[in-house]
């Protein structure tokens, strides 16, 4: 009988025993879950693409900003707080198209005859939980506001930023129009007309 009353007391020991060993290993564990949550948005790669349209039917050509200056970032966990706030700087001697002649004519025939655009500058001016945003333009001695779309991808912590704008909003006409006459027949279709459409698609994509 004692060495039944003793197994007894012993299994009860066990069974009382065991749930507060769980519960010290399980409090860590949980703490570290909730660290790596946290997820704090830090300034990395910025590229700026872009995409201009040619011919009737609206050709593409691509280009890029091989530098861009960002000021005013603000790590935090807050994508709203890191990114609302930021300027930036793009000197239009950058301008990348993979062709050094184009590249030359743009910056020579459309920027450098503009006022005072050796570079373009802006800000973020908000950034909505919805997927849109607010930003502003200064290019031409004229500054625009512009909306925006936005998207994160969750896994690479890239965010791309999309807007679409129109140059003669900025008073552009006549740098245009001395773009197309130096591209003439690059801007020419098989239509025979000669077209250089204002509208500019512009995604910027930044490393957080």
């Known amino acids: 009988m004692k060495n039944l009353f003793v197994i007894i007391q012993l299994f009860f020991f066990v069974s009382c025993s065991a749930p507060v060993k769980s519960e010290s290993i399980n409090e860590p564990e949980e703490k570290q879950l909730t660290e790596k949550q946290d997820y704090v ?3 990395g790669e910025v590229l700026i ?22 000021k005013g970032f603000t790590e935090s966990t807050n994508l ?9 700087e793009i000197p239009v001697n950058s301008t990348s198209t993979n ?21 373009i500058t802006g800000k973020i001016i908000s950034l909505d939980n919805n997927g ?37 909003n900025w008073g552009a006409q006549s740098s245009l129009d001395a773009l197309n006459e ?23 994509i930044v490393d957080l």
């Not at 990114?83 to 930036?88: C, M």
């Not at 062709?99 to 570079?119: A, E, Q």
């Not at 945003?133 to 936005?150: H, P, R, Y």
């Open 99 to 119: 062709d050094t002649i184009r590249d030359y004519k743009i910056v020579n025939s459309f920027f450098k005859t503009m006022v005072n655009t050796d570079n």
């Open 41 to 43: 948005y830090t300034l």
């Open 182 to 204: 130096v591209c003439l027949e690059q801007h020419t279709g098989p239509d025979g007309k000669n077209i250089l459409w204002p509208n500019v698609d512009i995604t910027i």
């Open 80 to 88: 709203n707080t890191a990114v609302s706030g930021v300027t930036f």
């Open 132 to 168: 849109t945003g607010l930003l502003a333009i200064n290019m031409n001695n004229v500054e625009v506001q512009k909306s925006f779309s936005w998207e994160m991808d969750q896994t690479t912590k890239e965010i791309y930023i999309k807007t679409a704008i129109d140059v003669l």
């Open 49 to 70: 693409k872009w995409t201009a349209f040619k011919h009737t039917a609206k050709a593409q050509v691509g280009g890029a900003f091989k530098s861009a200056v960002v």
